[in-house]
């Protein structure tokens, strides 16, 4: 699959999440579910200000000092044993883990789920070679493979969009008789998945965060797949992006509690694994033990304003208080990394042909920033993009200019505003087809199909998918609406 998910233009992608009720639905429940959850968690936690503070500060100084903190890493992975190897792109970390499948005669490959290997499209790439069969043993991850490579949807979630009844249409395909109950197809999939785990000579994980000083590899999840991933097969593949370094265990146990009350809203999540190398003395673990640490575009942040994307930990919490990731969902975005961490990441990634039209995505509510664990600054790093993409544009300004010179000479002018406002009302009204105080107004969905065929695309690409609800009578705009109450108020306190 690849960073890009979708050869559709962003309006197509857009036009078609509009269209998924099922979708839209589903991603509301989840947010709004999840804001209680994550609200609970960091409550009991207290002094969640705090905790961010400190969240900002090791994330801040690890990119900072990524070069050194790496260099150690690396060091100590080598002295427990195993492997390092530095991907510059995609294509050098799929060709060396192909190149060890390969030298280790690989027959079966478990995954556990890891958003850096679906960056790198890791598994089409593997399943290339000649015999070998590989499965992800993430349930979402395995639902959608086994809904034909089905695209992820969120970066917690990946299979928001999918309901109880998909999923059993899904694992109908292989065998699943039962009902849609969550559990039972839940026993479903684990047994299924027990054979592949016990056959599997490759595993391959992704990494929450590798520890500097002793080499060890930081894993939160919930299934207990990523561990038998880790502890069964003979040799072990993590890969990382290059910014997942932390210090120390220290650093990793604050931000394993940032990340699990953002991701989920739970203290820890069932599984918290270090793990590394089997050493000469342990029962289990894999004798063969490679660590693939990924740039693919991540460089192209350094030493420049968007460095702070790179503290990311990968909660989703900013995801999943979007207003615009509430109507798209994850397939709106085009980018396995959707929502406004995506929206900063992916052009960094891919650059601004690819993804150009991301930053635009947002309405600079800034509740992402408000909401992220270690305090990046999303709303004015997707400013930056808007910004960065006129100046490579080299885009006009003077018309804005002008717009925005009259609007401050008007708004300034009392005269010049009210008849702004008396004209507002007159404008908009041939523009708006929904009756006054309509519910509907309130959940924009129609199309004000009074513009002429023949006006420009600029007017068309703006009500296309937007909506005016009709204006209030002219003498009742706010500042009237205003006046009367005050006026009334008063009255009220004279007669008292
Ligand atoms: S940007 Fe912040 S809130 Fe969003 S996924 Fe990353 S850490 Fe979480």
Not at 55 to 64: S, T
Not at 464 to 472: I, N
Request: aromatic residues 8%.
């Amino acid at each position: 699959m690849g960073l890009k998910t979708s050869e559709l233009s962003f309006d197509e992608r857009v036009k078609n999440a509009k269209k998924d009720k099922f979708m839209r639905a589903s991603v509301a429940k989840a947010q709004d579910a999840q804001f209680e959850k994550r609200t609970r968690a960091r409550e009991q936690l207290g002094h969640w200000n705090e905790w961010r503070e400190l969240g900002e500060q090791i994330r801040q100084h690890a990119v900072k000092h990524l070069p050194d903190y790496l260099e150690e890493f690396s060091e100590n992975v080598q002295k427990n044993g195993g492997h390092v190897y530095f991907a510059k792109t995609d294509a050098d970390a799929t060709a060396y883990i192909k190149q060890v499948a390969r030298e280790k005669n690989v027959k079966k490959v478990v995954k556990s789920k890891s958003m850096v290997t679906t960056e790198i499209d890791l598994d089409k790439e593997l399943l290339k070679i000649p015999g070998l069969s590989l499965m992800e043993t993430d349930l979402a991850e395995f639902i959608l493979q086994e809904d034909d490579w089905d695209e992820p949807t969120h970066i917690v979630f990946p299979t928001l969009h999918k309901n109880r009844d998909q999923v059993r249409e899904v694992f109908q395909k292989i065998g699943y008789e039962g009902d849609n109950d969550p559990e039972r197809m839940g026993r479903f999939a684990r047994s299924y998945l027990r054979k592949y785990f016990m056959e599997a000579d490759l595993g391959i994980t992704g990494c929450n965060f590798a520890i500097a000083d002793n080499g060890m590899i930081n894993l939160v999840t919930n299934e207990g797949n990523a561990d038998l991933t880790m502890a069964l097969p003979k040799t072990q593949i993590v890969v990382m992006g290059m910014e997942r370094i932390v210090p120390g265990l220290k650093e990793a146990e604050v931000l394993d509690n940032l990340l699990c009350r953002s991701a989920v809203g739970q203290k820890l999540t069932s599984y918290c694994t270090f793990s590394a190398g089997k050493l000469d003395d342990e029962l289990d673990g894999p004798e063969d033990f490679h660590v693939v640490i990924i740039d693919n575009g991540r460089s192209n942040a350094l030493n420049t304003v968007f460095e702070q994307i790179l503290q990311c930990i990968r909660c989703g919490a900013c995801l999943n208080v979007c207003p615009v990731y509430r109507q798209i969902g994850g397939q709106g975005y085009g980018s396995i990394y959707p929502g406004p961490m995506g929206e900063v990441l992916s052009p960094i990634l891919d650059g601004y042909e690819n993804f150009g039209e991301l930053p635009y995505a947002c309405s600079l509510c800034g509740a992402c920033t408000e909401t992220c664990p270690v305090k990046i600054p999303l709303h004015d790093l997707i400013l930056e993009h808007r910004k960065v993409e006129m100046n490579k544009l080299h885009l006009d300004h003077s018309l804005n200019n002008v717009i925005f010179k009259t609007i401050s000479v008007g708004t300034k002018t009392p005269i010049l505003f009210k008849g702004a406002l008396m004209g507002e009302h007159l404008a908009m009204k041939p523009f708006s087809n929904k009756k006054e105080n309509s519910v509907e107004n309130l959940y924009p969905e129609g199309k004000i199909d009074k513009v002429p065929k023949i006006a420009p695309k600029l007017i068309h690409g703006w009500v296309d998918v937007r909506d005016l609800a009709e204006p209030p009578k002219l003498r009742e705009n706010f500042r009237h609406w205003y006046d009367r109450h005050e006026k009334e108020r008063k009255r009220g306190e004279q007669n008292d």
